[in-house]
Nanobody, 126 residues
Framework: QVQLVESGGGLVQAGGSLRLSCAAS????????MGWFRQAPGKEREFVGA????????YYADSVKGRFAISRDNAKNTVYLQMSSLKPEDTAVYYC???????????????????WGQGTQVTVSS
């Protein structure tokens, strides 16, 4: 079992920045690729980005490429999502998730993630 707890969400104006954190406990953090997803009201949960076990490979959704950055600190069992140039359409609940199946790569597919946090709300005002 891996427990994931997101933090850092909040209300920000368009063009602003936020950094989300996801703290993991339980099994060895470096055994998991980590992903970020988001879900806006009335919409399906969608992939934001993911980082491989050692951080050597990072993949982003086109909608956030160039604005968001994912990093991880395996010594602190934490993955981060730095969000910049935020837009109102980035408003959503953001979730981190752990993936034990992708080896040294990453996945954008929800069903390949084994563990999920409870989410943190990000609201971007116009």
């Amino acid at each position: 079992q891996v427990q994931l707890v997101e933090s850092g969400g909040g209300l920000v104006q368009a063009g602003g920045s936020l950094r989300l954190s996801c703290a993991a406990s339980g099994r060895t953090f470096s055994n998991y690729a980590m992903g970020w997803f988001r879900q806006a009201p009335g919409k399906e949960r969608e992939f934001v980005g993911a980082i491989s076990r050692r951080g050597g490979y990072i993949y982003y959704a086109d909608s956030v490429k160039g604005r968001f950055a994912i990093s991880r600190d395996n010594a602190k069992n934490t993955v981060y999502l730095q969000m910049s140039s935020l837009k109102p359409e980035d408003t959503a609940v953001y979730y981190c998730a752990a993936d034990a199946r992708s080896g040294n790569g990453v996945s954008s597919l929800l069903y390949e993630y084994d563990y999920w946090g409870q989410g943190t709300q990000v609201t971007v005002s116009s």
